[in-house]
């Protein structure tokens, strides 16, 4: 057999290099009927090319490494999209169909490096009254044994908060001794003034920033939110552009899951859950150091829809799965050839009128640094009488189950807490059978559990809700059969 990295296989099948799946199949079919040496002006020697090519890029692990391989290290900056899509088909005679279509982001960037020039990162603890005791000794912990952790190149600011915000560490080197004892010095008290905090964790950034540093915002917080989301939300657009991941951390049952998670999602960070069983030092510290990425840019996308194109809902999938908000400009996170990224972007197609839409979707993706971006447009399924469903794309199969069931938790939750309990309760179980159905036993189990305290109380435990909802979004994560709640 010859060796197929020496080969442009696109172009044997005749295909883009965004091919998807389904092109690379009826590409491969197509060229093997005109190409088979039993017909005329069939080639032996391009039938064994075809048949290569064909093995090469059906496969996503083999395609992967011939991607990287015609690529090459000269190439940093050259972002790859893969679309896969489902349906594959629209059957005649509808006014609407939904569709899925999975984006997965490949490219040669530079590796991260364990020191380089270094991060800038504020963290910002919640000291406000509820935080005492359990919760801050542990987010102190964590942040005094985080020292070990980062470099000497390193910036921290570390900025408490609760009516008001006060600097307890500014733009120092995290290895010099000291920060113990400022952070000891903590007190909770207070009520929970997010958006001043996250405005101050803004000044500080900009105010000490080099263009060579990634920067973070690391937030903990136990509380509710009291009238300052659009505040909040002002500060996440604009820490978006000037590239600044947002962290966030919610400790027990109270915080406002919906701002946290758009803050995040907006600035290409992510929204974490501590349990009380997880809030330990060493639990938040694993969280800290895999957000901590050095010398990797951050992955930019545009999704620009047809005129009868609406965008439903997008879930990243990787890195940090979480449903992300769009907008014309969207930060998908840190991103490196190593850490791929990809996300589910779910849109519903208006059949009705005088529909002329080639396209469904054009996609542009760049990453910081780079000057251009790679832009490809997604078609239109094709029309078909055919009443039996083809089926779909394994990956995107399996993505669309898991968040079919982050939808129907979300759903129960309204019910429930609105006083439908039945009706919620009834929705909930049916996202246990099939959480259950599809190999999510721990899931299983923890949303069993909370119905028998519905049952019992008529309400969620204390960390229920946040039990379900986080652990149906872990189902996102990649290659995970189970997870634990």
């Known amino acids: 057999m010859t060796d197929p990295s020496r080969k442009d296989l696109y172009s044997i099948l005749g295909i883009s290099p965004t091919a998807s799946l389904q092109e690379i199949k009826s590409a491969f079919r197509k060229a093997l009927k005109e190409n088979h040496p039993d017909v005329a002006n069939g080639s032996t020697t391009r039938f064994f090319d075809i048949r290569d090519a064909y093995v090469t890029l059906s496969k996503e692990k083999t395609r992967e490494e011939y991607d990287r391989s015609i690529h090459g290290q000269n190439d940093l900056g050259l972002i790859q999209i893969l679309p896969t899509i489902y349906p594959e088909e629209i059957p005649f005679g509808i006014d609407r ?17 364990s020191s380089g020039q270094g991060i800038e990162l504020v963290i910002l603890i919640d ?3 509820s935080m005492a005791g359990t919760k801050l000794d542990a987010v102190k912990s964590a942040c005094q044994a985080l020292r070990g952790g980062l470099h000497p190149a390193d910036k921290l600011t570390i900025i408490g908060f609760n009516d008001f915000p006060n600097i307890l560490f500014e733009n120092q080197d995290p290895t010099l001794p000291g920060l113990g004892n400022k952070i000891q010095t903590v007190q909770a008290k207070g009520g929970t003034e997010l958006s001043k905090a996250l405005d101050m964790a803004g000044q500080r950034l900009a105010a000490h920033h080099r263009k060579d540093r990634p920067q973070y915002i690391f937030l903990f917080t136990d509380g509710k939110t009291y009238g300052d989301e659009n505040a909040c939300l002002q500060f996440a657009a604009q820490a978006a552009e000037n590239i600044v991941a947002v962290h966030c951390f919610g400790i027990g049952p109270e915080w406002n899951e919906t701002l946290l998670e758009e803050i995040s999602g907006r600035t290409g960070g992510s929204t974490n859950f501590l349990s009380q069983k997880q809030l330990t030092a060493k639990e938040i510290l694993r969280y800290l150091h895999s957000a901590i990425t050095r010398k990797v840019p951050d992955l930019y996308l545009s999704l620009t829809p047809s005129p009868e194109s609406q965008i439903l809902s997008i879930y990243r999938l990787n890195p940090s799965p979480q449903q992300i908000p769009y907008y014309p400009k969207m930060v998908i996170g840190r991103f490196s050839g190593e850490r791929q990224a990809s996300i589910l972007v ?11 839409s080639k396209s469904l979707l054009t996609v542009s993706s760049w990453i910081s640094g780079m000057p251009s971006a790679h832009t490809i447009d997604i078609p239109v399924p094709a029309s078909s009488s055919n009443s039996e469903e083809k089926i779909p794309d394994e990956t995107i199969r399996d993505v669309t189950q898991k968040v079919v069931l982050i939808r129907m938790q979300q759903k129960a939750r309204k019910l429930i807490n609105k006083g439908s309990l039945v009706e919620g309760k ?13 190999g999510h ?3 299983a189990q923890t949303i069993v559990l909370e119905l028998n305290e519905l049952d019992a109380s008529k309400h969620f435990s204390d960390e229920g809700e946040k039990k379900i909802h986080f652990g149906t979004r872990a189902l996102l994560l990649p290659d995970e059969k189970e997870q634990k709640s």
């Open 441 to 443: 036993v721990s899931l």
């Open 426 to 438: 009834k929705l909930l179980n049916r996202v246990a059978e099939l959480s259950r159905q599809y």
């Open 97 to 113: 169909a939904r569709i899925s279509l999975h984006l997965k982001f490949t490219g040669a960037t530079e590796k991260s490096t």
């Open 127 to 129: 000291t406000s009254t």
């Open 346 to 356: 779910e849109l519903e197609l208006n059949l009705q009128g005088n529909f002329t």
